[in-house]
């Protein structure tokens, strides 16, 4: 049975950083792309960024381009996002995905993701 654990959430100022964790059981993330979804209040999910089975290629959406950091250890079937200079409308439940199948390079689509987490809460205060 394959787990997505995501941590590191919290409440932080408008500028501040936060890092989110996302561990994974049940199954190793080696060669499958790893993905990091957000859901706002009220708001459809959307995704946020995500990187290659190989861990060379990268992928953000342009609201979060040059502020967030997708990251992957393979060795500690964990995946990671940093997050800086947040905003108030980054507020919102961040859920990692595990790729649906082998060797993929990201994509922006929820279909091509076979397993969610729960969810971690980040708020940003203004």
């Known amino acids: 049975q394959v787990q997505l654990v995501e941590s590191g959430g919290g409440l932080v100022q408008a500028g501040g950083s936060l890092r989110l964790s996302c561990a994974a059981s049940g199954r190793t993330i080696k060669s499958y792309a790893m993905a990091w979804f957000r859901q706002a209040p009220g708001k459809e999910r959307e995704f946020a960024a995500t990187?290659?089975?190989?861990?060379?290629?990268?992928y953000y959406a342009d609201s979060v381009k040059g502020r967030f950091t997708i990251s992957r250890d393979d060795a500690k079937n964990t995946v990671y996002l940093q997050m800086n200079s947040l905003k108030p409308e980054d507020t919102a439940i961040y859920s990692c995905?595990?790729?649906?199948?082998?060797?993929?390079?990201?994509?922006?689509?929820?279909?091509?993701?076979?397993?969610w987490g729960q969810g971690t809460q980040v708020t940003v205060s203004s």
């Open positions: 995905a595990l790729g649906r199948y082998g060797y993929g390079l990201g994509n922006f689509r929820t279909g091509e993701y076979g397993y």
């Open positions: 990187v290659s089975w190989s861990g060379d290629r990268t």
